[in-house]
Nanobody, 115 residues
Framework: QVQLVESGGDLVQPGGSLRLSCAAS????????MGWYRQAPGKERELVAS???????NYADSVKGRFSISRDNAKNTVDLQMNSLKPEDTAVYYC?????????WGQGTQVTVSS
């Protein structure tokens, strides 16, 4: 069974930075278009960053210029560097395929931005 494991979430002050990482068993990220998603309380899950097999990245307008998605093929991880964090970035963050059909969703990692 495919298992996605997200890590790196934490409580951080506004303006701070975090780096999230996604690892998985039985998945080779380099041959998949990958995405980072987030879900805030009471809101739907949204795609915030994606990276294609060819390395083309795309970002939601709300995070453009602040977040950066990357893939480490040697470690088989997909990372999300988040800078200049804002309170509205508070959410549970997940990784998965960029588009459906998605793998089974992992537990996610909680990011809380608060002073």
């Amino acid at each position: 069974q495919v298992q996605l494991v997200e890590s790196g979430g934490d409580l951080v002050q506004p303006g701070g930075s975090l780096r999230l990482s996604c690892a998985a068993s039985r998945i080779i990220f380099s041959i998949n278009n990958m995405g980072w998603y987030r879900q805030a309380p009471g809101k739907e899950r949204e795609l915030v960053a994606s990276i294609t097999i060819g390395g083309i990245t795309n970002y939601a307008d709300s995070v453009k210029g602040r977040f950066s998605i990357s893939r480490d093929n040697a470690k088989n991880t997909v990372d999300l560097q988040m800078n200049s964090l804002k309170p509205e970035d508070t959410a549970v963050y997940y990784c998965n395929r960029m588009t459906a059909p998605w793998w089974y969703w992992g537990q996610g990692t909680q990011v809380t931005v608060s002073s």
